[in-house]
């Protein structure tokens, strides 16, 4: 479809028109950039403060929410808890009950060696 030279003027009169606020806003092409930079009241703001420098927590923070980081650290636990309850089934062992296979809590078996290890000293006492 070909324009009339009269509808191709109206068509470029848009662009031609002048950039200031009132005539953007009027025709609904105000850039939200200018709407940062103006005060409700209308007045100019500075513009916006540059990225402050991340602290040392926020980076720690940043860094423990990678994937690698979260799997290395799943990986770790996971040692750790198989090294705590390795003692305490070393503990259990040594440990006098009846009867001898009865599973026992990590309390239980805190509570026990306790009582055992005190009843130890008596008999060397006497």
Same mark, same amino acid.
């Given at each position: 479809?070909?324009?009339?030279? #009269?509808?191709?003027?109206?068509?470029?009169?848009?662009?031609?028109?002048?950039? #200031?606020? +009132?005539?953007?806003?009027?025709?609904? %092409?105000?850039?939200?950039?200018?709407? #940062? %930079?103006?005060?409700?009241?209308?007045?100019?703001?500075?513009?916006?403060?540059?990225?402050?420098?991340?602290?040392? +927590?926020?980076?720690?923070?940043?860094?423990?929410?990678?994937?690698? $980081?979260?799997?290395?650290?799943?990986?770790? +636990?996971?040692?750790?808890?198989?090294?705590?309850?390795?003692?305490?089934?070393?503990?259990?062992?040594?440990?006098?009950? %009846?009867?001898?296979?009865?599973?026992?809590?990590?309390?239980?078996?805190?509570?026990?060696?306790?009582?055992?290890?005190? $009843?130890?000293?008596?008999?060397?006492?006497?």
């Amino acid at each position: 479809m070909m324009l009339s030279p #009269d509808q191709a003027a109206d068509s470029d009169q848009p662009s031609s028109a002048p950039s #200031d606020p +009132e005539s953007l806003e009027a025709r609904g %092409l105000r850039s939200c950039c200018a709407s #940062d %930079l103006e005060a409700p009241d209308g007045e100019a703001r500075p513009p916006p403060h540059p990225p402050q420098p991340l602290s040392r +927590e926020e980076k720690r923070r940043r860094r423990r929410a990678t994937a690698k $980081y979260r799997s290395a650290h799943a990986t770790r +636990e996971r040692i750790r808890v198989e090294a705590f309850n390795l003692a305490f089934a070393e503990l259990r062992k040594l440990l006098p009950t %009846l009867p001898p296979d009865k599973k026992l809590s990590k309390i239980e078996i805190l509570r026990l060696a306790i009582c055992y290890i005190s $009843y130890l000293n008596h008999v060397l006492d006497v």
